[in-house]
């Protein structure tokens, strides 16, 4: 028979506490010293017992400060019939959305993706979704340029990504279809920086394709936190 090891055992326990509310976001857990008076263990167990919790992305650890228990409420992400909303739901929170816009030449792949040959330029906008001081959502979306003017802000809820498919719409190109392929991984050191994303907690990764019949016009390709994002789809169906 098996025996757990102690780091599992102490770890559960203080997961459990986690999930019973008896410790909240922002609380601090005891030290790697406190764990071993607390539960009679070595310090490389204390030391393995903090590592299991902040891999489980149940705490972050910072510096000289210590380790808390992380923020795990998560903000509702709306998917409906291809496009993309952040519901009212959200809007007791501190959220915002900055826009960086450009014209730029194709890559390799981003031509692939969009049919264009080589050479070719396309319409980029990184956005990044940003909840208190936390980015949690990166998209670069990149636009083949029908006559048309850069990827433009939206006009009325800056909460809202830019509608792809009005815009299109607007200069008589019809999306008729909207693919995504949805995955999840462990993030690069890039996104890590870049996302403040704690130890031990993956991504969940987007490619969301926009064709007008067989020519794909748009492709976002969108990093999201998996600690801090439901992600919710709708699908309307018409009677008939």
């Known amino acids: 028979m098996s025996v757990t090891p102690m780091y599992v055992v102490v770890?559960?326990?203080i997961s459990a506490q986690i999930a019973a509310?008896?410790?909240?976001?922002?609380?601090r857990i005891p030290g790697e010293?406190?764990?071993?008076?607390?539960?009679?263990?070595?310090?490389?167990?204390?030391?393995?017992?903090i590592s299991r919790l902040r891999q489980q992305g149940l705490i972050v650890s910072r510096q000289g400060k210590g380790s808390f228990v992380a923020n795990r409420d998560l903000i509702?992400?709306?998917?409906?019939?291809?496009?993309?909303?952040?519901?009212?739901?959200?809007?007791?929170?501190?959220?915002t959305l900055t826009v960086e816009l450009s014209e730029v030449d194709a890559s390799n792949d981003i031509a692939w993706c969009l049919d264009l040959s080589l050479p070719a330029r396309v319409s980029k906008a990184l956005m990044t979704w940003t909840i208190g001081n936390?980015?949690?959502?990166?998209?670069?979306?990149?636009?083949?340029?029908?006559?048309?003017?850069?990827?433009?802000?939206?006009?009325?809820?800056?909460?809202?990504a830019p509608d792809v498919i009005?815009?299109?719409a607007s200069i008589?190109?019809?999306v008729t279809t909207v693919e995504e392929d949805t995955s999840a991984r462990m993030?690069?050191?890039?996104?890590?920086?870049?996302?403040?994303?704690?130890?031990?907690?993956?991504?969940?990764?987007?490619?969301?394709?926009?064709?007008?019949?067989?020519?794909?016009?748009?492709?976002?390709?969108?990093?999201?936190?998996?600690?801090?994002?439901?992600?919710?789809?709708?699908?309307?169906?018409?009677a008939g």
């Open 187 to 238: 993030p690069t050191s890039e996104e890590t920086h870049q996302m403040a994303i704690p130890q031990g907690v993956p991504v969940i990764t987007v490619e969301r394709t926009h064709h007008a019949g067989d020519t794909p016009v748009a492709i976002s390709r969108i990093t999201i936190r998996a600690d801090r994002v439901l992600i919710s789809s709708k699908q309307d169906i018409s």
């Open 166 to 168: 009005k815009r299109f």
């Open 76 to 95: 509702r992400r709306l998917v409906r019939n291809g496009q993309e909303f952040r519901p009212a739901d959200n809007t007791e929170v501190d959220q």
């Open 33 to 49: 010293r406190e764990l071993e008076e607390l539960y009679k263990i070595s310090r490389n167990v204390a030391r393995a017992v």
């Open 21 to 27: 509310g008896e410790l909240r976001p922002g609380d």
């Open 134 to 160: 936390e980015p949690i959502e990166v998209t670069e979306h990149y636009e083949r340029l029908l006559d048309q003017p850069p990827i433009t802000r939206p006009e009325t809820n800056p909460m809202n």
């Open 11 to 13: 770890a559960d326990r």
């Open 172 to 174: 008589g190109t019809q």
